[in-house]
C-alpha cells in the first residue's frame, strides 16, 4: 500500500518553527493498529488521518494519534490537516468540517493575497472542568517551590473543550523555565487526578484579554514536551473568559509556546462569553508545508 502524506509545521512565522504534523491521506484502508504504528514511525506530536466523511455534510473524518495512543481531540494536526487539504486540492468553500472521536470540529480557511496560510479552529464542546491536585502536589510533580504556583485566578484545575489538561498558573518566566517533570510525584497527582499532561502559563493582561508565555509537559504520550498546543490554548482561552469578571466579552488570549525547545511558536485563541456562558473556544494559526511524501506499507 503506497499512501501520500504531508508534513505541516502549524502555529509557525517561518519553516521549521511551530509544531511540526504528519497529515496522511487516504487512509480508510488502514485500520487502527496500523495508524498508530504509521504514528510512531513519523514520532511527531501528532499525526492525523483523512478519511472519507461518513456524511455528506462533512469534509472528512480524521483520526488524530500521539506516538503510543489515539487521542479524540487536537488542535495542532486539526489545522494541519485543513492547511494540507487546502493545498492538495481546489476546495469548494473555505468552511469546513471534520467527523472526530471528540465530535464535529468546523474550521475556517485564512487567507492572505488570496492564498490560504492557515485555519481558525472551533472547539467540539464547551468548557468542562474538574478540581486539580494541590497546589504542593502540583509543584513537586514539576520540580518547582510551591510558591512559584499561583491560584488567584484559579487553583492548578483540569479542563477540558474536548482534551484534558491540568492547567497551572506560574509566577514568572524563570519558573516556567525551571520546570522539569519529577517522575515519582507526577504519577502521584495522575494517578489522583488522572493528569496526563499538564500545561503550564505565565500570564499578563492585555486588551480584551491577556498574553502568555506556556509550556505543555507529557510524558507518558511518547512526546514529553510539546512545542505548540492547540487544543489546551483554546482550553485555556476558555478558563480565563469563564474566570474573567466580565459577564459579556469576547477574551482574546495571546499564547508563545516552544520557545525553550527552539521550535517559538504563536497561537491565537479566542473565547465568546455572554451572560456568563461561554462558547466553545476557537484557536488560529498559520502554517507552513514542510515535507511531502509517499508511505510504502
Given at each position: 500500500?503506497?499512501?501520500?502524506?504531508?508534513?505541516?509545521?502549524?502555529?509557525?512565522?517561518?519553516?521549521?518553527?511551530?509544531?511540526?504534523?504528519?497529515?496522511?491521506?487516504?487512509?480508510?484502508?488502514?485500520?487502527?493498529?496500523?495508524?498508530?504504528?504509521?504514528?510512531?514511525?513519523?514520532?511527531?506530536?501528532?499525526?492525523?488521518?483523512?478519511?472519507?466523511?461518513?456524511?455528506?455534510?462533512?469534509?472528512?473524518?480524521?483520526?488524530?494519534?500521539?506516538?503510543?495512543?489515539?487521542?479524540?481531540?487536537?488542535?495542532?494536526?486539526?489545522?494541519?490537516?485543513?492547511?494540507?487539504?487546502?493545498?492538495?486540492?481546489?476546495?469548494?468553500?473555505?468552511?469546513?468540517?471534520?467527523?472526530?472521536?471528540?465530535?464535529?470540529?468546523?474550521?475556517?480557511?485564512?487567507?492572505?493575497?488570496?492564498?490560504?496560510?492557515?485555519?481558525?479552529?472551533?472547539?467540539?464542546?464547551t468548557?468542562?472542568?474538574?478540581?486539580?491536585?494541590?497546589?504542593?502536589?502540583?509543584?513537586?510533580?514539576?520540580?518547582?517551590?510551591?510558591g512559584?504556583?499561583?491560584?488567584?485566578?484559579?487553583?492548578?484545575?483540569?479542563?477540558?473543550?474536548?482534551?484534558?489538561?491540568l492547567?497551572?498558573e506560574?509566577?514568572?518566566k524563570?519558573?516556567?523555565?525551571?520546570?522539569?517533570?519529577?517522575?515519582?510525584?507526577?504519577?502521584?497527582?495522575?494517578?489522583?487526578?488522572?493528569?496526563?499532561?499538564?500545561?503550564?502559563?505565565?500570564?499578563?493582561?492585555?486588551?480584551?484579554?491577556?498574553?502568555?508565555?506556556?509550556?505543555?509537559?507529557?510524558?507518558?504520550?511518547?512526546?514529553?514536551?510539546?512545542?505548540?498546543?492547540?487544543?489546551?490554548?483554546?482550553?485555556?482561552?476558555?478558563?480565563?473568559a469563564?474566570?474573567?469578571?466580565?459577564?459579556?466579552?469576547?477574551?482574546?488570549?495571546?499564547?508563545?509556546?516552544?520557545?525553550?525547545?527552539?521550535?517559538?511558536?504563536?497561537?491565537?485563541?479566542?473565547?465568546?462569553?455572554?451572560?456568563?456562558?461561554?462558547?466553545?473556544?476557537?484557536?488560529?494559526?498559520?502554517?507552513?508545508?514542510?515535507?511531502?511524501?509517499?508511505?510504502?506499507?
Amino acid at each position: 500500500m503506497r499512501l501520500n502524506y504531508a508534513i505541516v509545521d502549524v502555529f509557525a512565522e517561518q519553516p521549521l518553527q511551530g509544531n511540526a504534523a504528519a497529515v496522511v491521506f487516504d487512509a480508510d484502508g488502514l485500520d487502527a493498529a496500523r495508524m498508530q504504528a504509521i504514528a510512531r514511525e513519523f514520532n511527531l506530536s501528532e499525526t492525523a488521518f483523512v478519511l472519507k466523511p461518513r456524511a455528506a455534510a462533512h469534509t472528512a473524518r480524521v483520526r488524530l494519534f500521539v506516538p503510543n495512543a489515539e487521542v479524540p481531540f487536537a488542535g495542532h494536526p486539526n489545522i494541519a490537516t485543513a492547511f494540507a487539504l487546502a493545498q492538495r486540492h481546489d476546495l469548494a468553500t473555505d468552511e469546513l468540517v471534520f467527523d472526530e472521536q471528540a465530535g464535529l470540529v468546523p474550521l475556517r480557511l485564512i487567507r492572505a493575497q488570496g492564498a490560504v496560510t492557515g485555519a481558525t479552529l472551533t472547539a467540539p464542546q464547551t468548557l468542562s472542568t474538574e478540581p486539580g491536585p494541590s497546589s504542593a502536589a502540583t509543584a513537586a510533580a514539576l520540580s518547582l517551590a510551591d510558591g512559584d504556583v499561583l491560584t488567584a485566578t484559579h487553583p492548578p484545575v483540569t479542563a477540558s473543550v474536548g482534551l484534558g489538561f491540568l492547567f497551572v498558573e506560574l509566577t514568572d518566566k524563570a519558573a516556567l523555565a525551571r520546570a522539569r517533570v519529577n517522575l515519582p510525584a507526577f504519577d502521584a497527582i495522575r494517578a489522583s487526578h488522572a493528569v496526563e499532561a499538564v500545561h503550564l502559563y505565565v500570564k499578563e493582561p492585555a486588551a480584551n484579554g491577556a498574553r502568555i508565555q506556556a509550556r505543555n509537559l507529557s510524558p507518558y504520550d511518547g512526546i514529553g514536551e510539546d512545542p505548540a498546543t492547540g487544543s489546551a490554548t483554546a482550553t485555556l482561552g476558555s478558563l480565563l473568559a469563564q474566570h474573567d469578571p466580565r459577564a459579556d466579552c469576547d477574551f482574546a488570549l495571546e499564547a508563545r509556546q516552544g520557545l525553550e525547545m527552539g521550535r517559538p511558536s504563536l497561537l491565537h485563541a479566542t473565547a465568546r462569553k455572554r451572560a456568563g456562558n461561554v462558547a466553545p473556544p476557537q484557536v488560529s494559526g498559520t502554517c507552513v508545508q514542510v515535507m511531502e511524501g509517499t508511505l510504502t506499507i
